[in-house]
């Protein structure tokens, strides 16, 4: 079992930056590759980012490219979204997610693929 808990949400302007956290307990982090997601109001939760277990392979959503980055600390046992360039279509509650995996280098991009979750933590960009 793991416990992921994220926070550094909040209201931001248009072109502002926000880094959001998911401090994780539990089993052992460097065990689990890990993701964000994001759902709007009204929409489906869509994919953001992810990395591996290793903190070299990532790979993000076309709609952040560029502009978000996901890195984690595996002796702190937390995973970061730095989240620069924020756009109003951005507003989001944003979750983290793990998933155990015995590969040091794959990602996930399915909200399917993984097992555990976050609370969430609500994101609002202002125009």
């Known amino acids: 079992q793991v416990q992921l808990v994220e926070s550094g949400g909040g209201l931001v302007q248009a072109g502002g930056s926000l880094r959001l956290s998911c401090a994780a307990s539990?089993?052992?982090?460097?065990?689990?590759?890990m993701g964000w997601f994001r759902q709007a109001p009204g929409k489906e939760r869509e994919f953001v980012a992810a990395?591996?277990?290793?903190?070299?392979?990532?790979f993000y959503a076309d709609s952040v490219k560029g502009r978000f980055t996901i890195s984690r600390d595996n002796a702190k046992t937390t995973v970061y979204l730095q989240m620069n360039s924020l756009k109003p279509e951005d507003t989001a509650v944003y979750y983290c997610?793990?998933?155990?995996?015995?590969?040091?280098?794959?990602?996930?991009?399915?909200?399917?693929?993984?097992?555990?979750w976050g609370q969430g933590t609500q994101v609002t960009v202002s125009s």
């Open positions: 990395i591996s277990r290793s903190t070299d392979w990532t």
């Open positions: 997610a793990a998933k155990a995996t015995a590969n040091a280098y794959v990602r996930f991009k399915g909200q399917y693929e993984y097992d555990y």
């Open positions: 539990g089993r052992t982090f460097s065990g689990y590759a």
